[in-house]
């Protein structure tokens, strides 16, 4: 079974309208073997991944006591229902006072994609799980009750919705993911119009295979330290 969208969309500068097909897989098999795959790969993750997180902890807590260790940021999820997002704190505590003190460039980066690319907020621990990508593991709890999966978009935040137009309802017709294409793509090296794109394109052609490509290409990629955001 499949839940299909079609959009009117201009070809070039002259007023050619086409028809743009998007199909979201939802057939039975599908879903059950990933979210099969979801409750094994979190539990096993968070079993095998528990001495890390400790370590995380402690060095979170020693840099910057103030502040709690995970925290959760409310993300758009499945039919557009708000969670708690999980992550280790990888900014100082006072983080959004620091917002104060941005520079005018700085305002009109992160107006334009919610991120820095030199943020003066993140913290020595903090830029390390980043890099690293260790700041994500809090999302195998998210990842085992359900609210998110271990592949599909990227999580967002509501006011990133207006970036996505009329394909907003594709979005929220699935569970964001942990990973997805646009990570293995180049991650923080995408512009958001490519985000997007590479979002409605997985959205479309997801398949079983394809999520277990997109796992171990993003295991190579982490690895690497390779397009870390």
């Not at 609210?147 to 594709?170: A, C, D, H, S, W």
């Not at 923080?188 to 052609?205: A, F, I, M, N, P």
């Amino acid at each position: 079974m499949s839940e299909r969208f079609l959009f009117e969309e201009e070809i070039g500068n002259e007023s050619t309208v086409a028809l743009r097909d998007i199909k979201v897989k939802n057939s039975f098999i599908y879903l059950f073997l990933k979210r099969t795959i979801d409750i094994v790969g979190s539990f096993l993750g968070i079993l095998i991944l528990s001495p890390v997180f400790i370590i995380v902890a402690i060095a979170i807590k020693v840099e910057d006591p103030k502040g709690k260790v995970i925290f959760g940021h409310k993300r758009v999820g499945k039919n557009g229902k708000l969670f708690p997002c999980l992550k280790f704190r990888s900014m100082f505590a006072n983080a959004e006072e620091m917002k104060k003190n941005f520079t005018p460039a700085q305002k009109k980066e992160y107006a334009e994609t919610f991120k820095l690319k030199d943020d003066p907020r993140i913290t020595k621990v903090g830029n390390f799980i980043r890099k690293t990508s260790l700041d994500e593991l809090p999302q195998l709890f998210n990842i085992l009750i359900g609210q998110m999966t271990i592949v599909g978009p990227r999580p967002i935040v509501t006011k990133e919705l207006e970036f996505y137009g009329e394909y907003e309802n594709i979005y929220k017709s699935v569970h964001p993911g942990l990973t997805g294409l646009w990570q293995v793509s180049g991650r923080s090296d995408t512009t958001y119009d490519e985000r997007v794109e590479l979002d409605l394109e997985y959205v479309s052609t997801r398949n079983i295979f394809k999520d277990i490509y997109i796992i171990v290409m993003t295991v190579a990629k982490v690895l690497k330290r390779e397009g870390a955001c």
